[in-house]
């Protein structure tokens, strides 16, 4: 079935870092992709999305690329600030089975000044 | 506008007890959808309602638990009797009446049973 794998956090970078929060998957078809964000005490937020190979979310400073051939979307950010602290999941959206997302396990990112 | 709201934030219970978590949608969203994260692990699909008819419920665990959504607007997910094992951050999320629309959460209850 679909899955989608994440890598393992926590992650803890200085503010100013480059972020990468590798994310692969498993899926029948072509999912549409997407990152969730949930903030400390608040719900899940879409970040970005990519509904089809080689499109580009991008969002709040954040990207990711639908790469097909390598079946990743990674997600990105140049220069991470305190703000950006939160658990960031990974998800996909079969082409072929109904409404549900398919998430990761999550990555905790904690920034520092 | 309001978001989805959900209640309680926290129930802590002891195995066997019953619990209900009420999950209000955005205002006019069809669609309604439970998830579950059990801890360190990925958050997992439930069920999914659009108005009141459940349209697909292939993620609920088993019978223990009873989903509703009468009169197509708040919905309900009973936990009856209650297990270790069913600890957990329980989200819900509604969104309009497309697919590919967004779907917005909540912010979960968090389940303990002891």
Known sequence: ?113 | EAGVTQFPSHSVIEKGQTVTLRCDPISGHDNLYWYRRVMGKEIKFLLHFVKESKQDESGMPNNRFLAERTGGTYSTLKVQPAELEDSGVYFCASSPGQRTNEQFFGPGTRLTVL
């Not at chain 1, 890598?7 to 029948?28: D, H, K, R």
């Not at chain 1, 997600?75 to 409404?99: H, M, P, R």
């Open chain 1, 1 to 113: 079935g679909d899955s989608v794998t994440q890598m393992e956090g926590p992650v803890t970078l200085s503010e100013e870092a480059f972020l990468t929060i590798n994310c692969t998957y498993t899926a029948t078809g072509y999912p549409s992709l997407f990152w969730y964000v949930q903030y400390p005490g608040e719900g899940l937020q879409l970040l970005l999305k990519a509904t089809k190979a080689d499109d580009k979310g991008s969002n709040k400073g954040f990207e990711a690329t639908y790469r097909k051939e390598t079946t990743s979307f990674h997600l990105e950010k140049g220069s991470v600030q305190v703000s950006d602290s939160a658990v960031y999941f990974c998800a996909l959206k079969s082409s072929n089975s109904g409404y549900a997302l398919n998430f990761g396990k999550g990555t905790s990112l904690l920034v520092t000044p």
